[in-house]
Protein backbone atom coordinates (compact mmCIF):
# COMPACT_ATOMS: atom_id res chain seq x y z
CA UNK A 1 0.00 0.00 0.00
CA UNK A 2 1.68 3.06 -0.42
CA UNK A 3 -0.57 6.89 -0.38
CA UNK A 4 -0.39 9.45 -3.07
CA UNK A 5 -0.44 12.42 -1.85
CA UNK A 6 -1.09 14.17 -5.73
CA UNK A 7 -4.41 11.71 -6.18
CA UNK A 8 -5.12 11.49 -2.66
CA UNK A 9 -5.78 8.16 -2.53
CA UNK A 10 -3.97 5.02 -1.13
CA UNK A 11 -3.16 2.28 -3.60
CA UNK A 12 -2.96 -1.08 -3.01
CA UNK A 13 -1.06 -3.76 -5.03
CA UNK A 14 -2.50 -7.22 -3.01
CA UNK A 15 -0.44 -10.46 -4.24
CA UNK A 16 -2.44 -13.37 -3.63
CA UNK A 17 -1.91 -17.56 -5.02
CA UNK A 18 -4.35 -17.77 -7.77
CA UNK A 19 -5.44 -21.20 -6.19
CA UNK A 20 -6.00 -20.03 -2.75
CA UNK A 21 -8.07 -16.67 -3.85
CA UNK A 22 -10.03 -19.36 -5.65
CA UNK A 23 -10.82 -21.57 -3.24
CA UNK A 24 -11.71 -18.36 -1.01
CA UNK A 25 -14.27 -16.97 -3.38
CA UNK A 26 -15.70 -20.60 -3.76
CA UNK A 27 -16.53 -21.29 -0.37
CA UNK A 28 -17.66 -17.84 0.61
CA UNK A 29 -20.21 -17.66 -1.74
CA UNK A 30 -20.76 -21.17 -2.41
CA UNK A 31 -20.19 -20.96 -6.17
CA UNK A 32 -18.76 -23.25 -8.65
CA UNK A 33 -15.64 -21.20 -9.68
CA UNK A 34 -12.31 -21.77 -11.64
CA UNK A 35 -10.19 -18.46 -11.74
CA UNK A 36 -8.66 -18.91 -14.80
CA UNK A 37 -11.24 -20.44 -17.17
CA UNK A 38 -13.69 -17.45 -16.20
CA UNK A 39 -14.18 -14.35 -17.95
CA UNK A 40 -12.09 -10.84 -17.05
CA UNK A 41 -15.83 -9.56 -16.57
CA UNK A 42 -16.58 -12.38 -14.25
CA UNK A 43 -13.11 -13.07 -12.38
CA UNK A 44 -12.99 -8.82 -11.85
CA UNK A 45 -16.68 -9.22 -10.15
CA UNK A 46 -15.95 -11.86 -8.07
CA UNK A 47 -12.25 -10.49 -6.92
CA UNK A 48 -13.93 -7.31 -6.51
CA UNK A 49 -16.70 -8.89 -4.09
CA UNK A 50 -13.71 -10.73 -2.10
CA UNK A 51 -12.02 -7.73 -1.22
CA UNK A 52 -14.56 -5.58 0.10
CA UNK A 53 -15.54 -8.30 2.08
CA UNK A 54 -12.21 -9.13 3.92
CA UNK A 55 -10.28 -5.74 2.79
CA UNK A 56 -11.71 -2.87 5.40
CA UNK A 57 -9.42 0.65 5.36
CA UNK A 58 -11.10 2.99 8.37
CA UNK A 59 -10.55 6.51 8.95
CA UNK A 60 -11.79 7.78 12.27
CA UNK A 61 -13.91 4.45 12.59
CA UNK A 62 -15.42 4.53 9.79
CA UNK A 63 -15.14 2.54 6.38
CA UNK A 64 -13.45 3.83 3.35
CA UNK A 65 -14.85 2.97 -0.32
CA UNK A 66 -12.34 0.69 -1.98
CA UNK A 67 -12.00 1.25 -6.11
CA UNK A 68 -11.34 -2.08 -7.89
CA UNK A 69 -8.82 -1.35 -10.87
CA UNK A 70 -8.19 -4.52 -12.18
CA UNK A 71 -5.62 -7.85 -11.87
CA UNK A 72 -3.30 -9.81 -13.76
CA UNK A 73 -1.77 -13.11 -13.47
CA UNK A 74 1.99 -13.63 -12.51
CA UNK A 75 2.99 -17.12 -12.43
CA UNK A 76 0.84 -19.11 -9.53
CA UNK A 77 -0.26 -15.71 -8.22
CA UNK A 78 -2.68 -13.08 -9.06
CA UNK A 79 -2.17 -9.09 -8.63
CA UNK A 80 -5.60 -7.06 -7.45
CA UNK A 81 -5.33 -3.69 -8.00
CA UNK A 82 -7.62 -0.99 -6.48
CA UNK A 83 -7.20 2.49 -4.69
CA UNK A 84 -9.34 4.63 -2.03
CA UNK A 85 -9.60 7.73 -1.52
CA UNK A 86 -8.41 9.35 1.79
CA UNK A 87 -7.19 13.32 1.96
CA UNK A 88 -5.16 11.94 4.38
CA UNK A 89 -3.72 9.26 6.31
CA UNK A 90 -4.82 10.18 9.87
CA UNK A 91 -6.29 8.06 12.00
CA UNK A 92 -6.21 5.05 9.87
CA UNK A 93 -6.62 1.47 10.74
CA UNK A 94 -6.85 -1.84 8.81
CA UNK A 95 -8.74 -5.18 8.75
CA UNK A 96 -7.72 -7.92 6.47
CA UNK A 97 -9.22 -10.97 6.59
CA UNK A 98 -8.04 -12.19 3.23
CA UNK A 99 -8.23 -16.14 3.02
CA UNK A 100 -8.69 -16.64 7.06
CA UNK A 101 -11.28 -18.93 6.60
CA UNK A 102 -9.21 -21.08 4.42
CA UNK A 103 -6.23 -21.61 6.34
CA UNK A 104 -6.02 -21.47 9.85
CA UNK A 105 -2.51 -20.39 10.07
CA UNK A 106 -3.12 -17.69 7.39
CA UNK A 107 -0.86 -14.71 7.84
CA UNK A 108 -1.43 -11.60 5.84
CA UNK A 109 1.56 -9.30 5.44
CA UNK A 110 1.06 -5.34 4.45
CA UNK A 111 3.29 -3.08 3.39
CA UNK A 112 2.90 0.86 4.11
CA UNK A 113 4.82 3.74 2.46
CA UNK A 114 3.31 7.00 3.85
CA UNK A 115 5.80 9.80 1.86
CA UNK A 116 9.19 7.43 2.66
CA UNK A 117 7.42 6.22 6.30
CA UNK A 118 7.52 2.48 5.59
CA UNK A 119 5.94 -0.20 7.84
CA UNK A 120 5.15 -3.49 8.04
CA UNK A 121 2.17 -5.05 9.71
CA UNK A 122 1.24 -8.89 10.05
CA UNK A 123 -2.56 -9.95 10.43
CA UNK A 124 -3.72 -12.99 11.89
CA UNK A 125 -6.69 -14.66 13.05
CA UNK A 126 -5.84 -12.85 16.40
CA UNK A 127 -4.81 -9.65 15.39
CA UNK A 128 -7.56 -9.06 12.20
CA UNK A 129 -7.83 -5.13 12.84
CA UNK A 130 -4.65 -2.80 13.42
CA UNK A 131 -4.15 0.83 13.74
CA UNK A 132 -1.59 1.74 10.88
CA UNK A 133 -1.64 5.16 11.23
CA UNK A 134 -2.72 7.67 14.43
Known sequence: MSYNM??????VSQRMFS???????RSAY???????EASQAERDTLIMRYINDNFH???NKKRLTI???GSEFEEEALWAY??????DTEN???RNTLLFNEFDDQQNLVHI???KDLRSYIFRRSDKEQVIFR
Open 19 to 25: DDLEKGI
Open 67 to 69: RYL
Open 6 to 11: NRQSIE
Open 30 to 36: GISFDIL
Open 57 to 59: LKK
Open 82 to 87: FEIPAS
Open 113 to 115: DRQ
Open 92 to 94: LSL
